[in-house]
């Protein structure tokens, strides 16, 4: 028996050198991974408040409602610029002592009339699906602050979570926001989420 032409060329094929490791490699890498970094330590930071997850679920809301605003313009880079204003906004309002949930409520009917308007629902996908997202999960912070801080944690940490999954949809489609945007916010609210119902099945200190 005869060996086919296919044959004899894979078996004369050289083979391919296994890649080996290298410190630029890693360190590569792991830059390569700055949204996850990142999103730890924002996760980190924030963690002080994770006692009452009620205080965490503007967090949430920023997230829903920088999505949204991004799906607007329709450039998701712009995520990254409307989320370092929120920041500092927010700091501020707190800085002042300023409760900042009548500027985030108002920024999202805002942003929600202006999509209506310019046909957001009609672009279809993921883009279009940040305008009931806004209403879910911007509805269940602000209707977290009315309950217990058990019940009212348990529900922002359920709505972290189901950010956390839209999160991953939108970084693997590359739709909407930035995948770095889409990565960081994926570890932060996955992360948030998780500590807060840890906190509450199981509390430190109680």
Known sequence: MTDTPHARTAAESPPVPARRWSPGRAVAALAN???TWCGLAAAALNLGDAQDGRALGFIVYLAALIYLATAVVDRPGVAWTLFWLSVVAVALMR???LD?????IASAVTVVVLGLAGGLPR?????AAQLP???LFGGAAVFALSLSPEAGGALVAAALIGHAVQDVAVLRAGKVVARSMAEFCAVLDFTLGAAILV?????FGG
Not at 100 to 104: R, S
């Open 133 to 135: 997202a806004m209403l």
């Open 199 to 203: 906190l509450i099945l199981v509390p």
């Open 123 to 127: 672009r279809g996908g993921l883009t």
């Open 95 to 97: 800085a002042f002592d």
């Open 33 to 35: 991974r700055w949204p």
């Open 100 to 104: 900042p949930w009548p500027l985030l």
